[in-house]
T-cell receptor, first 113, second 111 residues
Framework: DAGVTQTPRHEVAEKGQTIILKCEPV?????LFWYRQTKIQGLELLSY????????DGGAFKDRFKAEMLNSSFSTLKIQPTEPKDSAVYLC???????????FGAGTRLSVL | GEQVEQRPPHLSVREGDSAFIICTYT??????FYWYKQEPGAGLQLLMS?????DRKEEQGLTVLLNKKDKRLSLNLTAAHPGDSAVYFC??????????FGAGTRLKVIA
């Protein structure tokens, strides 16, 4: 079975740009998560979908971060407009059901200049 | 809400020695426990998962101990080798979508 696939692996953006990160979860998984990982804050939950429905939109990340899940096998995370403080690794993860084992993608490393 | 404390933040061991990492958590209702490994430039790779009815689990040189009374979860790598050098994270869940991760332990195995 294919694992979680994230593209691109690296993204460099200028401040103010719009970037879109992509994720394909493990086939058959119902739950999809977007996390941001930084050395200082660790893993922070950005969004959570269950069966394509947005269940959690990460509170503090609402204003410039928007995650969508148009079908059960594809999700996007849009950051608009980007700011230098958004530089981080963005991880997508999926699981069969909430509380079940999370499987992570390799992540997208975003650098905002 | 649930809080997880992981220590040590950095650990250096010689090849063949054991490496021990511990996490403490606060919510007695926590039911699912995980250990993940993250290598440079990669995502988190699941090492082992345990449910709350398990006190000890061993797999391929890894031993996970769960002490529910003290709310403590540990990972022991026996006979560490340089390929084990990575960042290790514990994670806990109450069975919903809220996973709480430890801050990570950066393990270096010296040949």
């Amino acid at each position: 079975d294919a694992g979680v696939t994230q593209t691109p692996r690296h993204e460099v953006a200028e401040k103010g740009q719009t970037i879109i990160l992509k994720c394909e979860p493990v086939s058959g998984h119902n739950d999809l998560f977007w996390y941001r990982q930084t050395k200082i804050q660790g893993l922070e939950l950005l969004s959570y979908f269950r069966s394509k429905s947005l269940m959690e939109d990460g509170g503090a990340f609402k204003d410039r971060f928007k995650a969508e899940m148009l079908n059960s096998s594809f999700s996007t995370l849009k950051i608009q407009p980007t700011e230098p403080k958004d530089s981080a690794v963005y991880l997508c993860a999926s699981s069969r059901l909430g509380g079940d084992t999370l499987y992570f993608g390799a992540g997208t490393r975003l650098s905002v200049l | 809400g649930e809080q997880v404390e992981q220590r040590p933040p950095h650990l250096s061991v010689r090849e063949g020695d054991s490496a021990f990492i511990i996490c403490t958590y606060t919510d007695s209702a926590t039911a699912y426990f995980y250990w993940y490994k993250q290598e440079p430039g990669a995502g988190l790779q699941l090492l082992m998962s345990v449910f709350s009815n398990v006190d000890r689990k061993e797999e391929q040189g890894l031993t996970v101990l769960l002490n529910k009374k003290d709310k403590r979860l540990s990972l022991n790598l026996t006979a560490a080798h340089p390929g084990d050098s990575a960042v290790y994270f514990c994670a806990v869940s109450g069975g919903n979508y809220k996973y709480v991760f430890g801050a990570g332990t950066r393990l270096k195995v010296i040949a």
